[in-house]
T-cell receptor
């Protein structure tokens, strides 16, 4: 089992849609969780951290389920500019492990 | 505030040649990471430094890859000799003390012919 696994995608959604991504992790001792966004041929950029209580930033909501060892990202009212690859990141010991990413395309 | 700086941005070499990448982290960031990213995949950690100490190099192919961060600031990643399969984007990231948040540089796109 991979340390971090994400929905394979791609997700193609219309503008205004709500879309959700899941990410599972294998190490029950993991404590740090993040979602990064990566545009085509660009570097990853932090989208949001994921806290135990869940957190929201505008149209984006991240949640953590420790019992089932997964994190999720919900995007409401999708915009064309949300088109990107979303990377799930989880710590394994002192270092971070990235998922393979889920590609999202928002269409007019 | 300046971000993470990497050079060169692009490099094309023939197989068996050596290559080196340079990274200057955000000022004050103690932690520095080197990642390799293949097309369609997430970044894979090669090495993590805390100041000048390599605290995780378990994923670094030590037969051909080496890295250094002598003064705990900028860092160099070297491949010698390069192989065709080394073609990828090499990303450098840095982070502040006590946090796992990482800030990435633009990467170096390596093509090995």
């Amino acid at each position: 089992r991979k340390e971090v696994e994400q929905d394979p995608g791609p997700f193609n959604v219309p503008e205004g849609a709500t879309v959700a991504f899941n990410c599972t992790y294998s190490n029950s001792a993991s404590q740090s969780f993040f979602w990064y966004r990566q545009d085509c041929r660009k570097e990853p950029k932090l989208l949001m951290s994921v806290y135990s209580s869940g957190n929201e930033d505008g149209r984006f909501t991240a949640q953590l389920n420790r019992a089932s060892q997964y994190i999720s990202l919900l995007i409401r009212d999708s915009k064309l500019s949300d088109s990107a690859t979303y990377l799930c990141v989880v710590n394994v010991g002192p270092s971070m492990r990235f998922g393979a990413g889920t590609r999202l395309t928002v269409k007019p | 505030e300046a971000g993470v700086v990497q050079s060169p941005r692009y490099k094309i070499i023939e197989k068996k040649q050596p290559v080196a990448f340079w990274c200057n982290p955000i000022s004050g960031h103690n932690t520095l990471y080197w990642y390799l990213q293949n097309l369609g995949q997430g970044p894979e950690l090669l090495i993590r430094y805390e100041n000048e100490e390599a605290v995780d190099d378990s994923q670094l192919p030590k037969d051909r890859f080496s890295a250094e961060r002598l003064k705990g600031v900028d860092s160099t990643l070297k491949i010698q000799p390069a192989e065709l399969g080394d073609s990828a984007v090499y990303l450098c990231a840095s982070g502040g003390a006590g946090t796992d948040t990482q800030y990435f540089g633009p990467g170096t796109r390596l093509t090995v012919l």
